[in-house]
């Protein structure tokens, strides 16, 4: 994957993720290109940012840090295959207790 295909799938997915949680009322910051922060009521924070070097979406969450690799159309986790979507709901839920529907 060249630098510009990395970084015209990364910046669509982040928009995706941008349009998701504007849907569930979320709120989020973009600080900087290519980083989103999610803010929770209990002041703690989820940051979604793009990695050019690694080639890689990262996610730091309460419970630990993620890394995602582009593979077949998706994102998936490079431990265990967890889909980008799926771990990112679910850390949602158990920091912040809310549903997003990516």
């Known amino acids: 994957m060249s630098d510009i295909d990395f970084n015209q799938a990364a910046g669509a997915t982040l928009a995706h993720i941008e349009r998701a949680l504007e849907a569930a009322d979320l709120d989020f910051e973009t600080p900087a290109d290519g ?14 940012n793009r990695h050019g070097v690694a080639r890689e979406l990262w996610v730091a969450a309460r419970s630990g840090g ?4 582009p593979q077949d159309g998706d994102w998936v986790d490079t431990r265990d295959g967890t889909p980008l979507f799926a771990r990112l709901a679910q850390l949602i839920a158990v920091q912040g207790g809310a549903t997003v529907h990516f």
């Open 35 to 48: 980083i989103i922060e999610i803010e929770f009521d209990d002041g703690s924070k989820i940051v979604v």
């Open 66 to 69: 993620f890394h995602f690799r």
